[in-house]
């Protein structure tokens, strides 16, 4: 049996070529980009001004252009960000603009024709609380930060449409970069107020046999009498389920997407992210109009309940029947609640 010896130099021959094939294959992408750059450095002089390969590869969306670490680091040009851009500028803010008109003329015009829903007998004088201290904090906390929110969010959105032809394009921009500020620090606070406004009113939130009545006599309004209703009938369920939770929780969750922007989101899930805030925020405000609306002018004595946290005895028995029967059979659980002399 022979043994075959290879020479000494071709062992080192041999050596540096699978080095050399090692070094080949870890660089095959570097090698490929070169193959590729070379390929349209020939292009540009067989065929001038034909970049359309390259850019087809930039828009492909293929992390394959740098080597940064993060989601879509490596990739150039999102295709998709216009397809957000024409949603945005277009159905968003066209159809969303109507909206937020539409509405509160609407409400305007409900208000001149029917005006304001007045007591059938006369305050007794004697109050019963409604609101709780923590109650109406929560409340004018969520109020509050919706309306800078609801502000912000507006110029934000149709700045450039309705302030920069009147105002200027220099003053909006002062304007967005401190609006951008304030809404994305008020943002947060917001949702914990939410989240604070359905731990407080969730009880006495849920179906009752009443709502029924409520809903077949459409709360009362066209007919101007009173539904009897638990402590919130159910055009206020509606508002705190819908308006609140569903609607308060879509829009704060959006905003802190957008607002933590590296938590590995990519810029498919910041813009969907974007489209879903802008859609519910604008719900939300043409529905709080309505809320508004009915807090303020649309029934008498409303907006002292929430501002001193007392109604007098009449309205809570005309607007909240049950609640009133509840209370006065102490069964509300809060005993300040009971009914009380005249208070200022």
């Given at each position: 049996m022979?043994?075959?010896?290879?020479?000494?130099?071709?062992?080192?021959?041999?050596?540096?070529m699978?080095w050399?094939?090692?070094?080949?294959?870890?660089f095959?992408?570097?090698?490929?980009a070169?193959?590729?750059?070379?390929?349209?450095?020939a292009?540009?002089?067989?065929q001038?001004?034909?970049?359309?390969?390259?850019w087809r590869?930039?828009?492909?969306?293929?992390?394959?252009?740098?080597?940064a670490?993060?989601?879509e680091?490596?990739?150039?040009?999102?295709a998709?960000?216009?397809?957000?851009?024409?949603?945005?500028?277009?159905?968003?803010?066209?159809?969303?603009?109507?909206?937020?008109?539409?509405?509160?003329?609407?409400?305007?015009?409900?208000?001149?024709?029917?005006g304001?829903?007045?007591?059938?007998a006369?305050?007794?004088g004697r109050?019963?609380?409604?609101?709780?201290?923590?109650?109406?904090?929560?409340?004018?906390?969520?109020?509050?930060?919706?309306?800078?929110?609801?502000?912000t969010?507006?110029?934000?959105?149709?700045?450039?449409?309705?302030?920069a032809?009147i105002?200027?394009?220099?003053?909006l921009?002062?304007?967005?970069?401190?609006?951008?500020?304030?809404?994305?620090?008020?943002g947060?606070?917001?949702?914990?107020?939410?989240?604070?406004?359905?731990?407080?009113?969730?009880?006495?939130?849920?179906?009752?046999?009443?709502?029924?009545?409520?809903?077949k006599?459409?709360?009362?309004?066209?007919?101007?009498?009173?539904?009897?209703?638990?402590?919130?009938?159910?055009?206020?369920?509606?508002?705190?389920?819908?308006?609140?939770t569903f609607?308060?929780?879509?829009?704060?969750?959006?905003?802190l997407v957008?607002?933590?922007?590296?938590?590995?989101?990519t810029?498919?899930?910041?813009?969907?992210a974007?489209?879903?805030?802008?859609?519910?925020?604008?719900?939300?405000?043409?529905?709080?109009?309505?809320?508004?609306?009915?807090?303020t002018?649309?029934?008498?004595?409303a907006?002292?309940?929430?501002?001193t946290?007392?109604?007098?005895e009449?309205?809570?028995?005309e607007?909240h029947?049950?609640?009133?029967?509840?209370?006065?059979?102490?069964?509300?659980?809060?005993?300040q609640?009971?009914?009380?002399?005249?208070?200022?």
């Amino acid at each position: 049996m022979k043994t075959f010896f290879m020479p000494r130099g071709a062992t080192l021959r041999l050596a540096l070529m699978c080095w050399m094939m090692a070094l080949f294959a870890a660089f095959s992408p570097a090698q490929a980009a070169t193959e590729g750059a070379a390929e349209q450095v020939a292009r540009q002089q067989s065929q001038p001004l034909n970049n359309a390969p390259l850019w087809r590869d930039v828009r492909s969306g293929q992390a394959h252009f740098t080597t940064a670490r993060g989601p879509e680091a490596g990739v150039l040009i999102q295709a998709e960000g216009n397809t957000w851009r024409q949603w945005r500028n277009g159905p968003i803010t066209q159809y969303g603009g109507w909206v937020l008109i539409v509405v509160p003329a609407l409400i305007l015009l409900f208000w001149l024709v029917k005006g304001t829903m007045k007591l059938h007998a006369q305050p007794t004088g004697r109050k019963m609380r409604r609101f709780a201290p923590y109650e109406r904090f929560i409340h004018w906390g969520t109020a509050i930060t919706f309306l800078a929110l609801a502000v912000t969010g507006l110029a934000i959105l149709f700045g450039k449409h309705v302030l920069a032809p009147i105002f200027g394009v220099e003053f909006l921009a002062w304007l967005l970069t401190v609006g951008k500020l304030v809404h994305n620090y008020v943002g947060p606070l917001f949702g914990v107020f939410v989240i604070l406004m359905i731990i407080s009113f969730v009880r006495d939130n849920v179906w009752e046999a009443c709502d029924a009545i409520w809903i077949k006599r459409g709360g009362g309004l066209m007919g101007g009498d009173h539904v009897p209703s638990g402590r919130f009938n159910f055009g206020e369920k509606t508002w705190f389920w819908f308006g609140v939770t569903f609607l308060g929780l879509t829009v704060a969750i959006s905003g802190l997407v957008m607002d933590f922007p590296n938590f590995g989101w990519t810029r498919a899930d910041m813009q969907l992210a974007n489209i879903v805030h802008g859609v519910g925020a604008i719900i939300l405000l043409a529905l709080s109009l309505g809320h508004i609306y009915m807090g303020t002018l649309g029934v008498e004595g409303a907006y002292q309940s929430m501002k001193t946290g007392y109604v007098d005895e009449t309205w809570a028995k005309e607007h909240h029947e049950h609640w009133y029967h509840d209370i006065k059979a102490g069964k509300s659980g809060h005993p300040q609640d009971s009914v009380t002399g005249a208070r200022t």
